[in-house]
């Protein structure tokens, strides 16, 4: 009856949410593209999923309203019959929200019959057999949601007021337990994953390239001791993202997850004059760039800190092992731009969480290994800044 737990081979089944141009399509895209295969995408944003054909070779099977889920159904088992790899559904959200979807299917139910509970009774049956679809499925499912912001009534002081929860899926309650990996992304385009059953993503922060879809893809077809390490790196790809969505490239997302971030190394102002052989200032077109974060946005920052409530001494040993400074007024302004974007990252409260364990593990792993507290890093000199962070 019973026999030894071993993970088999499997296909991909992968959510990803996020508000409006977050890069939802564009990312589920590059997956694909790290899988490998002929990919097929059931498009239900009006043509919008094949503004990326630049990336690489895809189909596309457009899907109009009435969203009734029966279409992506078939949809689904079209694209297993003509032997695509990977399905793509951008976006799951329409069956649920969209003109001819559950919700709306339910309210005319509801409407007809006076009775919303027993409504539910013929829409949920239509949901099951759409999400068995994508379970069964012979293909690597990738489908994206619309995010949403989730809100809740709390009670503080005798007194009921609403809050702010973050944002949510777009989609019946639950949907996210039905995937492998459920992947939230943000407007800088930086993705966390709020659920992941390969562990290879738990508290990092990184910005899906075909890579993670190679990752995904070796995690599939190797178990135990085989699996994969995420170990993420700065895409090449990266800087044409950001150029295609309108974006420059000094305001680029976060490339590195929290954890990878330390092992990234950049040069202290004082190693040009002899404080480190061998190294060199960061340069362009042969000048060196401008060094020190007193007047580039340093306070902002740790403003960003006091509102996050982040604990300045934790997040001043994570700076200085991230980017091998003495002080945080040694950050140059790319540097400070990338922990503001890292920052905004954390608004959501499941981020901010992860980050701040991070940080916890950070502070340990330097006390343990130093022997000293954390007031005997170095002190940061610099006027108001200085004051700041004492």
Not at 194 to 210: H, S
Request: proline share 5%.
């Amino acid at each position: 009856m019973f026999h030894k737990a071993e993970r088999k081979k499997g296909k991909l089944r992968l959510a990803i949410a996020g508000p409006a141009g977050a890069g939802k399509t564009y990312s589920a895209l590059l997956i694909a593209f790290g899988l490998g295969g002929r990919i097929a995408l059931i498009d239900t944003e009006r043509g919008s999923g094949e503004l990326y054909d630049h990336l690489g070779a895809y189909d596309a099977c457009g899907i109009e309203a009435p969203f009734e889920p029966k279409k992506y159904i078939e949809a689904i088992k079209a694209a297993e019959e003509l032997g695509y790899g990977t399905i793509v559904i951008d976006s799951l959200s329409h069956a649920w929200v969209g003109q001819g979807g559950l919700l709306d299917v339910h309210g005319h139910i509801a409407d007809k019959t006076g009775n919303s509970w027993a409504a539910w009774r013929q829409v949920t049956p239509k949901h099951n057999e759409l999400v068995d679809a994508m379970l069964q499925s012979r293909c690597h499912i990738i489908a994206t949601m619309r995010s949403k912001m989730e809100y809740a009534q709390v009670e503080e002081n005798g007194k009921k007021h609403v809050k702010k929860l973050g944002m949510g899926p777009i989609q019946r309650d639950g949907m996210e337990y039905e995937f492998t990996v459920f992947m939230d992304l943000d407007h800088n385009h930086t993705a966390t994953a709020t659920k992941d059953r390969t562990t290879l993503f738990d508290g990092r922060y990184f910005v899906p390239t075909m890579e993670t879809g190679k990752l995904l893809l070796d995690w599939l077809e190797k178990s135990g001791s085989e699996a994969p390490v995420f170990q993420p790196q700065a895409a090449a790809g990266e800087q044409e993202r950001h150029q295609s969505q309108g974006t420059s490239a000094k305001n680029a997302p976060v490339k590195t997850d929290t954890e990878a971030q330390m092992q990234v190394k950049q040069q202290a102002p004082g190693d040009a004059q002899g404080g480190g052989a061998g190294k060199t200032l960061p340069q362009k077109d042969g000048q060196p760039l401008p060094q020190g974060g007193n007047g580039d946005g340093l306070k902002p920052l740790i403003a960003r800190l006091a509102l996050l409530d982040i604990g300045k001494e934790s997040y001043q040993i994570y700076c200085c092992r991230r980017y091998e400074i003495a002080t945080l007024t040694e950050l140059t302004p790319d540097q400070i731009r990338e922990q503001a974007k890292l920052l905004d990252s954390l608004k959501r409260p499941v981020r901010l969480k992860e980050f701040m364990s991070f940080l916890e593990q950070l502070v340990s792993d330097h006390t343990f290994n130093t022997g000293a507290p954390t007031h005997s890093l170095p002190a940061v000199s610099g006027s108001a800044t200085a004051a700041a962070l004492q």
